[in-house]
């Protein structure tokens, strides 16, 4: 019998060694593939990754992306848009791309709306538009309310920002979990993840096809590191409370705000989170983006940039007679 036990704890100990050792591999490779493409902003507790075009001194534009990816989701088809008339800031939320985490409350949204006002107190002058995706877009809420004087006006582009019922998945609950979270996305994420990312890009898309591109163009291979992986699953599973204690203040909000979603969404509802928003907020416009599920800023990247311009007229000071 103990010759048995021996032998089962050494498989596990090899297969344990051999998953860390291809975990690191795997990040070795995909930070070579996706390298960091701007500069680092320091913060009291947090490093966060910043990358701008256009000109200095020019209308700003900051973009903050959502759970499970990086500046790159929303700088992709955006920022050629819109840099040469003003400048585009887009960053790294806290544990994603290479942007670090503070050890404490990072999860919360009122520290991620203060990393967010970090980046604009530092990458120039003046209130901002905000153009956010997804759990981004509660940050961006939140750095209204709590920044207003650096916030114009927000586009906000599938978000979710209201409590809902259940759990999230599964393999959030267990990353998010201490010790066993470690664990799960040291060890198995990076090799797991790679490749059952299409079908969870599908599903983001549905009922659109992806593009057959977006896994490159989008840099979704950095989110399954295992500090990225854990980090985004903390801050879904703080989500729910989080917006539970900043939805009584959207009501408050004057903030000019243009959201954009589809019909129907397999990540989030679009009744419960963009529509509700809308009608509770006392500036808030509607779009409907048909058939672009969670995706309307790649799928309708038209409507998007017809809604920051729709911003920036509403916000932009009246001309003198």
């Known amino acids: 019998m103990i010759w048995w036990l021996l032998a089962a704890a050494a498989a596990v100990a090899l297969t344990g060694f051999l998953l860390h050792a291809n975990a690191r591999a795997y990040t070795r490779r995909v930070e070579a ?8 902003i320091e913060t009291s507790d947090t490093r966060l990754h910043v990358r701008e075009a256009g000109m200095e001194g020019a209308p700003r534009i900051l973009l903050i992306h959502g759970a499970s990816s990086n500046l790159l989701e929303l700088w992709e088809p955006l920022a050629d848009e819109f840099s040469p008339l003003h400048r585009v800031i887009a960053y790294d939320r806290p544990g994603m791309g290479y942007s670090s985490r503070a050890r ?29 995706h997804s759990l981004g877009a509660a940050v961006a809420l939140r750095l209204a309310l709590n920044f207003p004087h650096l916030v114009r006006g927000l586009v906000l582009a599938a978000p979710a920002c209201n409590p809902y019922p259940g759990k ?3 393999w959030a609950r267990l990353s998010a979990t201490p010790i066993l979270g470690d664990i799960f996305c040291g060890l198995l994420i990076p090799a797991l993840g790679p490749p059952m990312s299409p079908s969870s890009v599908a599903n983001n898309f549905w009922p659109a096809p992806a593009p057959v591109d977006y896994l490159e163009r989008a ?20 989500s729910n409370a989080e917006f ?47 058939d672009t599920g969670h995706m309307p800023h790649r799928l309708r990247t038209d409507l998007v940039i017809a809604a920051i311009r729709r911003v920036n007229e509403m916000t932009s000071a009246p001309s003198q007679a």
Request: proline share 10%; glycine share 4%.
């Open 244 to 290: 539970a204690a900043q939805a009584p203040r959207y009501a408050d909000l004057l903030t000019p705000t243009v959201i954009i979603t589809a019909e129907k969404d397999r990540i989030v509802s679009p009744k419960r989170h963009a529509r509700a928003l809308a009608a509770t907020l006392p500036a808030g416009e509607l779009v409907i983006a048909p």
């Open 219 to 238: 840099g979704v291979p950095l989110i399954f590191r295992p500090r990225a992986f854990r980090a985004s699953a903390l801050d879904v599973c703080a």
């Open 168 to 170: 999230p998945a599964w």
């Open 33 to 40: 593939q996706f390298p960091p493409t701007g500069r680092f």
């Open 104 to 132: 404490a409350n990072a999860h919360t949204l009122a520290h991620q709306a203060q990393c967010a006002a970090r980046v604009l107190e530092q990458t120039g002058d003046g209130p901002a538009i905000i153009v956010a």
